[in-house]
């Protein structure tokens, strides 16, 4: 029998028999029957045991109650605490590897400061007035393999992101499901740390896009603007006044 039952029994037990206590009792005196001393029945003292009694078990049903409140706290308590059984951690560390080592390939100019100072300086500062026109060349070909190298940096870029929106997008989804399935607070917040980490790495991707794309766009400026000063320096060769014609000596059919 459980709790909730014993109390209505004994409550029901009660109600019958208060009737009886507050009754007035026709017996036989138990001297007549028995030949010995006097007994008296206490209808009072009856009914105050009665009470006690109901009293006392209420008390218990109270205390079973909050023991079992106190234990599903503690299972609440619980599920709260479980971690959660899902983590992205090792695929999004590795489609950030995997952008971060395409940004590392870069051609020629890679993304370092120094090494741009260098670069620059060597192919895109001012041009030598006194180089020859071979000299001229050959340094025009160099920058143009820069800005061809930096585009193709920037597409392999843009393939590296978009081949991390499969992954990206089975992650989501499984983290989506696995904070609506969520036992406790602490697997729901799990989950959502784990979706802003996937978020941190979708903007890290898009930064190093943006990245690819700007410096192949400042290569191709820089070429341009340097190609106007070069272009410049051969129209002054051209236009500058030489010698001018001298006449000479002329052989005609080997004579």
């Known amino acids: 029998m459980t709790v909730s039952r014993l109390a209505r029994a004994s409550t029901l037990a009660l109600a019958i028999s208060m009737p009886i206590a507050l009754a007035p009792v026709f017996t036989t005196p138990a001297h007549a029957l028995f030949g010995f001393g006097r007994i008296v029945y206490d209808p009072t003292n009856h009914a105050e045991n009665l009470l006690t009694a109901a009293r006392t078990l209420e008390q218990i049903n109270n205390q079973i109650q909050s023991l079992q409140n106190e234990a599903q706290m503690l299972i609440n308590q619980a599920r709260n605490l479980a971690s959660l059984p899902h983590s992205s951690l090792q695929q999004l560390q590795q489609n950030v590897q995997r952008t971060q080592q395409l940004l590392g390939q870069a051609q020629n100019i890679a993304f370092d400061v120094k090494a741009i100072d260098r670069m620059f300086e060597q192919d895109y500062a001012k041009l030598d007035l006194s180089a020859t026109d071979t000299q001229l060349i050959a340094d025009a070909r160099s920058r143009w393999e820069n800005t061809v190298g930096g585009l193709q940096d920037a597409m392999r870029v843009q393939a590296g992101v978009v081949g991390n929106i499969d992954t990206?997008?089975?992650?989501?989804?499984?983290?989506?499901?696995?904070?609506?399935?969520?036992?406790?607070?602490?697997?729901?917040?799990?989950?959502?740390?784990?979706?802003?980490?996937?978020?941190?790495?979708?903007?890290?991707?898009?930064i190093a896009l943006l990245a690819a794309d700007g410096r192949a766009g400042a290569l191709a400026e820089a070429e341009r603007a340097t190609a106007a000063e070069q272009g410049r320096i051969q129209r002054d060769r051209f236009l500058a006044p030489g010698s001018g014609y001298q006449p000479g000596n002329a052989r005609m059919f080997n004579n």
């Open 168 to 206: 990206n997008r089975a992650e989501m989804s499984a983290l989506v499901g696995q904070s609506q399935g969520a036992t406790g607070a602490l697997q729901a917040t799990q989950a959502g740390n784990q979706l802003l980490a996937l978020q941190s790495q979708q903007l890290s991707d898009l």
